[in-house]
């Protein structure tokens, strides 16, 4: 399992019976996790003194409780800077998980000792593309969500990122893909974190099961001649880590060499020393794959 275990500003402090209780900055929020299916103790004093707390509903979706929570307030990662702010069906705007990505492809932008291209898809909020900027990278961020852009760009102003070589696009990924592919555009990494379902800004439907491997496939088109790096994440439990790890050795390792691993990714538990399970990555690396920074 890779963890995500440099966090400062970041910890759970609990988990147990389908929740966790998190500390984002100054304030503690308890969400809801479908793989937290134990039932202890709920000892901890924030578990009775929340700043907000989301309530899973038996109809499915939820809503939020507050208690003298912000409408929005930020937290530090190394030398990122996020906003964050609790909107529908749970989320914050960030997936702290993803840092221990960030770290390993960030020492290898670091150490290329050339100028890397980026593309990353499903981009979200922008934590990737920010650390894959800082690391030094130019990088072309793709989400169809323009809320989700303007975040990004927010994310990247209060990192002091808002004069990098970012390009911002709004734009389903599969067609983003398809047209730079026949404009001849070369990347040397390529970073995508897809939903396990959504849709695009005119209504494309995306399923992963169905969706990943050609996606896959077409970006693999797109890497340069000396490609650095190529990462998937998934939060579908029926991707294992193995799924992704041999949908990438049969698309980049007969042309490119290099290796390819895949893990769960984790957070550590404060309060049980353990480490909570938070989806899966797969990563191709042309060398091999490096300890996190």
Known sequence: MWIADHW?????IDCSNGEKLERWGDFCLIRPDPQVIWDTSKSHRGWSHP???YHRSAKGGGQWEFFDLPQQWSIQYRSLTFNLKPFSFKHTGLFPEQAANWDWFSGLIANAQRPIKVLNLFAYTGGATLAAAKAGASVTHVDASKGMVGWAKENARSSGLDQAPIRWIVDDCMKFVQRESRRGSRY???IMDPPSYGRGPKG????????VYPLIKECTKLLSDHPLFF???SYTTGLAPAVLAYMLSVEIIPKHK???DAQELGLPVSHTGLALPCG???RWSLSSLP???
Do not use: R
């Not at 400062?8 to 759970?12: G, R, V």
């Not at 494309?204 to 969706?211: N, R």
């Open 8 to 12: 400062n500003d970041y910890e759970i």
């Open 51 to 53: 700043n907000g707390h």
């Open 188 to 190: 040397d990494a390529v």
């Open 204 to 211: 494309e439907i995306w399923k992963i099961e169905d969706a």
């Open 231 to 233: 990462l998937v994440n």
């Open 258 to 260: 290099g290796a390819v």
């Open 280 to 282: 899966a990555s797969g």
């Open 291 to 293: 300890a996190a920074v």
